[in-house]
C-alpha cells in the first residue's frame, strides 16, 4: 500500500461489517423460514442447510475483511464477535441438539410387525388390513 | 389422538396419523427415543416402506432428527417396489 494511500472512511468499513452481519442473520433466520414455511419446496435445504451455510460464511468474510481495514474499530469488532456467536449457535442448533442415539428401525427383509391403533378421527387401523399395496410408516416425534 | 387431529387439520394432512401411547408399535419396530423429550419416552424420527406383501423393504433412520428423507428418495424407493414385483 502506498504510504500516501488513506485509510478507508471508518462510516464504509462500519457499512461492510453491517452487511456482513446481515448476510449471517439471513442465512440463519432463511434456514428456519425455509423449515417452517418451504420446505416442500426445497427440502434438500432442511437436511443440509448449505446455502445457508454459504451466506453465513460470507457475511463472516466481508465481516473478517471490514476487520482487516479497521482493526481498532470497535463497531466492527461488535459486530464480527455478534456474527461468530450467531454461526456458533447455529451449529449447535443444527448438528447438537437434534442429535439421537442410534437405532437400527426395523429389519429389511422381514416381515413388518402388525399394529392396531387409533387415527385421528378414532377409527382403528390395523397393517395387515393394508396389504395389497405398499404402505409408508412415518414415525414422528410429535407436533411440530 | 387429540394432538394428532389437531396436526392433522394444521398440516392439512388427510392421511390417517396413528396414536401409539404405550410405545408398543414403535418398540416392535425397534424405535424408541429414551428420554427424547423432557425426560419421556418417544418415537425416533424414522419411516419405513413396507410392500404389498407387509415386508419392510426400505428404511430411514437418522442419527439428527431435523434430516428427513427427501421425498423423492421415497418415491423412489417406492417404484422399485413396482419394479420389482
Known amino acids: 500500500m502506498a504510504p500516501e494511500a488513506k485509510a478507508p472512511p471508518p462510516q464504509s468499513t462500519a457499512r461492510l461489517a453491517v452487511a456482513g452481519l446481515l448476510l449471517v442473520l439471513a442465512g440463519v433466520v432463511g434456514y428456519f423460514f425455509v423449515v417452517f414455511h418451504a420446505a416442500a419446496w426445497v427440502p434438500w435445504v432442511r437436511n443440509d442447510a448449505g446455502p445457508n451455510w454459504i451466506l453465513v460464511a460470507l457475511g463472516l468474510a466481508l465481516s473478517i475483511v471490514a476487520l482487516g481495514r479497521a482493526p481498532a474499530s470497535r463497531v466492527v469488532r461488535v459486530l464480527l464477535g455478534v456474527e461468530v456467536v450467531l454461526a456458533g449457535l447455529f451449529a449447535v442448533v443444527l448438528y447438537v441438539v437434534p442429535r439421537v442415539p442410534a437405532a437400527d428401525g426395523p429389519e429389511l427383509g422381514a416381515p413388518a410387525p402388525d399394529f392396531a391403533l387409533r387415527d385421528q378421527r378414532g377409527n382403528a387401523v390395523r397393517l395387515s388390513d393394508l396389504r395389497g399395496s405398499p404402505v409408508l410408516l412415518v414415525f414422528y416425534r410429535g407436533h411440530w | ?85
Open chain 2, 1 to 85: 389422538m387429540e394432538t394428532n387431529a389437531q396436526l392433522a387439520h394444521d398440516a392439512g394432512l388427510d392421511f390417517p396419523l396413528l396414536s401409539d401411547r404405550d410405545l408398543r408399535t414403535v418398540d416392535a419396530y425397534g424405535l424408541r427415543h429414551h428420554g427424547g423429550h423432557e425426560g419421556t419416552d418417544i418415537a425416533l424420527s424414522a419411516s419405513v416402506l413396507v410392500d404389498a406383501s407387509g415386508t419392510v423393504r426400505w428404511t430411514h433412520v437418522t442419527r439428527n432428527f431435523r434430516v428427513r428423507p427427501l421425498p423423492d428418495d421415497v418415491l423412489a424407493a417406492v417404484d422399485q417396489l413396482a419394479g420389482a414385483s
